[in-house]
Structure formats: C-alpha cells, structure tokens
C-alpha cells in the first residue's frame, strides 16, 4: 500500500567521540524515507531553501521515493541541526539549531499524494500535523512522533492529534511526560486511552516497546550493536522500517505490528553505525534481512 | 547439583510510593535462597546478630534451604538497611545502612557444604568473596556480583576475584564502571576479558544481557509489570532464578544459561509485586511457568 512521510529535510552537524560529520545531509523525512524504502515506495513531503547542498534525487537514486511533494523554496533557508554526542553516545547536546523553513508554513501534499493509505507525520507542532493529514483524504493508518515541547507548550492541539491517528511512536522519557506515568507499560496505556490504538515507545540501546488495546504486548531489545557511531535518525530509520514493512504487508494486526517492530530495530541498528545516512544508503535488503535472524537469536529462549 | 549461597541477611525498613514495610526480612542471601529454592535446594551461608528478630527456618518452612551455614553472633547486631524509592521508581537513596555483623569476619562455610557445585557469592567485599571461595572444594560453576565501591575502591582485590569465577552478575552502570567501556556489548566483553567467561549485566525495567565468550550473546527483556511496589531484592531474586535453574539442570551451555536468564527475570518479576518476600513466598512454581510463557509470547517476533 502508499506510503507517505511528512517531516523535515535537514543539514546537519554532528560530533560524536568517533569523528565530525559536517554539513552532512538529515532530517527526519530523509532518514524515515531511506529506511522506509527497503520495503515500501515512498512519498515524500517536505521543504527546502534555496541553500540546500542536496540533490535528493541523488540521494534516492535507485530508490522507490517520489519527490513531488518536495518543496524547494527560493527565498528560504534550510534547516540546519549541530550536535554533540558524548563518550556516553545516549547523551548528546543540540549546538545549533536553525528552524528556517520549518518556522514557515508546511509544505502542501500533492493531489496524487492524497489518496495515501499510510502515513507517518514525522514530529513538529501538532497542528501542522493535523494540517498535513487532513490533505489526506482517507488514511488507514497513521502514525505520528512528538516531543517533549510539544507535550508540554502544546498539550490541547497534541491531544487533538492524538484523537486522529492509530499510532503513537514516541521516546520513552516523553512517554512517561505525556502520560504522566513513570511506568512505560502503564504510561503505553495511558496513552492508548488519549485516542491512537497502537503506542510505540522507543527506548534507544534498551529497544522498544509496544502497547496495543486489549492488553497486547510486544517488548524487543535494540540490536546487539558493538559500534554507535552516529545516533542521529536512529528513531526515524525505525519508523521507516516499522511503517514500510507495515505498508508493504498492508495489515496492522498484532503479528504485523511485532514483525514492523523488529525491522525498524534492524534497520535503526545500520543508521547509528555510521554517519548520516552512510550505514543505511550502503546496505541491501538482503543484509535487513540476516540482522533480523540474528536479533530473533539473540532474542530466543 | 548442590546449590550454595553466601551473602547478607538483613532488617530493612523500605519505603515506597506504595507503602512502607518497616523491618523487614531482606538481605541478598535471603532473597536469593528463597528465588533458588523454586529450582533446586539452597545451602545458606550468612550471619546475623542476637537481635535478628526472624527464625529463618520458619521463613523458609517447606522449602529446601539447608541452614546449616547459618550463623547467630551472640554479641553483635544484624545488618540493617533502609531506603526510600521515589515517584520514579528506578530511583532510591539509602537512608541507613548499618554493617553490624558484616563488618565482621565472613561466616564460616560448613564442612558439609564444601563440596558445593554451584556457588554464588553475593555482593561484598571482594577480599571476603575469595575468603569465602577458598572453602569450597571443587566448584563447577561459580557466580558472583560485585557494586561500584569494590571497583573503585578494591580494583586489585577484585581483579583476583574476576580470574577465580565463571560469572559476574553486575548492573549495567557497574558494567560500564569496571569496563571503563559506555557500550554494554563491549562492556561485556571486556569483563569475560578480565576472567569470567560469562557476564550477566542486569538493565533493571530493561531487562538484561548475556555475553559469553566467543561472541555469544542473549538479550532479555524485563517482564512486563504493570506495577512495581518494592524493587528491593529485585537483583539477588533474578540471580537466585538464574543459579537455581542451573543447578537443577546441571548444566552451564549457553542454551542452559538463556533459559536461567528468563527464569531469573520472572522470578524478579514475583519479588518487586509486593514488599519484602511476599510477592516471592506467596506464589507456587506453576506460577513462574506461566509469566515464562508470557514473557516469551511478548518476546517472539
């Protein structure tokens, strides 16, 4: 079935204790799409200035991602992303970070995107994601990211969202925020009750977990990674994977969901062990495929 | 096999979001014996003073935990400790701690028990573990868990320790301290480097991770529990399920050592339900074999 991204296009900056990353190319939209890609098409939604360094054609060469919904603005900038991950790779500081084109209005969804089955609205204020989705005439699923400044600076238009979409994908510190509850099963509930059927609750090196209606749990480990080079996108090339395999297969039972979980887990494993979208861009599907054999055993009693 | 433990006995006073539990039995060989005795008998070496206000043999009243190696100091004072868990759960600060007979000379191993097979020395001084080692004959299998003073204050002590044991049971932070490594995989495998062939690194609400040496590796999730009272003995617990299984089976391969992992993990689940031992000493075996299948069936993708 059509899949459809929402989200930003960045140049990014990143330090890590294994080297420099500079201008490098990010945002959620890109790391979602690539990942994405290995199982679905993809289309697409998202903004640009006129500064952008990237032929994001170049980018998905070879690759089922439809850029009509690429907006290249000419008196705008793009936006920019520095950070600073430390010896402790889970922690990181935000050096710089230049809204610019994310600050004006959401790019639009073009008419042959709107008949999409799928949808990820990757995070920013949840009223341009209630904008962007309703150009979308009659979604099956819908999943979406938010953030603690959204939880917090915008709880009514978060809660608004949340009634619209199936699927929650959220960190687990902004999980307990939103919900109130130090414990993840009992915050993944919670969230459930405010409207999304499905809360995904991503826990970085500690894996993921997911809370379903009816008491359905599903609780997998990261992948066994020895290396972290670059975390940056990790959470959005897990997305990717959940929602192209979700979109490929075209069902959302439990059993989908579980196996979605564990793909966007392989896939995450690839975007952290290189720079920007290196590990991912230079892997087959095949390679996918063999981590997850390798996370089922590591996983299996 | 025969199963021995060697650690603390102690009268804890917990206080919690829940509740309090004001002197209390506790104590790592308390816990551990009455996780292990599910599995296999436990022989128990310990101290208390005169004051100890609990008959042993009554708590453990049915099951098979040889008290032989327990010993009554007549002119000293039980161990006690208490601690206060937060909001966050995950979180607790010592309000006392009072050594009392453990700051003593270690108990003595019974004669009887000096052909024990499986062996775990609970957390002390590293000195005393190797005191407490040396009077066992011929050990099979011998486990140990150690906490950030020892690593930072006995390196040396304990690095004798590390080459004389097949286990080490730590927490993730205390992996990353004696590793000097932030990566748990690497820290893993840098402590099978310094002795035990297997390290079991214990991630609280995440669960826990298994390196081997030559690359072999298991990752669990914790038990999905909807609501934690007490975590105290949480560790000891999970270490008990763990050797307890071993014990019984006999047997150390790395297929023995993922099923010990989750046993311990439900055992934990039993011991954090409610305060002190009562989640622990309230449940039948069937009962644990019941959440394994749980925690399998949330596990499987």
Not at 142 to 167: Q, S
Not at 253 to 270: I, N, P, Q
Request: glycine residues 10%.
């Amino acid at each position: 079935m059509s899949l459809l991204v929402t989200g930003s296009i960045a140049i990014d900056t990143v330090r890590t204790p294994f080297g420099v990353s500079e201008d490098c190319i990010g945002g959620a939209a890109v790391y979602f799409s690539m990942a994405a890609s290995f199982f679905s098409p993809v289309r697409l939604v998202g903004a640009v200035g006129s500064d952008c360094p990237f032929d994001l054609a170049e980018v998905f060469a070879g690759r089922d991602v439809d850029l009509a919904g690429l907006e290249v603005r000419e008196n705008s900038k793009t936006f920019r992303w520095a950070g600073t991950y430390h010896e402790d790779i889970n922690k990181r500081t935000t050096d710089l970070l230049e809204l610019n084109v994310l600050a004006e209005g959401p790019p639009s969804v073009p008419d042959e995107f709107r008949d999409s089955e799928f949808v990820f609205l990757a995070n920013t204020a949840p009223a341009l994601q209630r904008q962007l989705l309703e150009q979308v005439d009659k979604p099956v699923f819908v999943a979406a990211d938010t953030m603690d400044c959204w939880i917090e600076g915008e709880p009514d238009d978060l809660g608004k969202l949340l009634k619209k979409i199936d699927c929650l994908i959220i960190n687990e510190d902004e999980a307990r925020m939103l919900a109130g509850r130090s414990n993840l099963i009992k915050a993944g509930e919670e969230i459930i009750g405010m409207g999304p059927g499905v809360a995904v609750i991503k826990k970085g090196e500690s894996g993921s977990l997911v809370c379903k209606g009816g008491g359905e749990r599903f609780i997998l480990p990261a992948y066994p990674a020895a290396e972290v080079k670059d975390p940056t996108g990790a959470g959005d090339s897990f997305a990717g994977g959940f929602m192209g395999y979700l979109a490929k297969v075209g069902r959302t039972d439990f059993e989908s969901l579980r196996k979605a979980v564990a793909y966007g887990t392989v896939v995450a494993s690839y975007t952290i062990s290189e720079f920007s979208l290196q590990g991912l861009s230079s892997i087959e599907r095949s390679a996918i495929d063999k981590r997850l054999e390798v996370l089922r055993g590591v996983t299996q009693f």
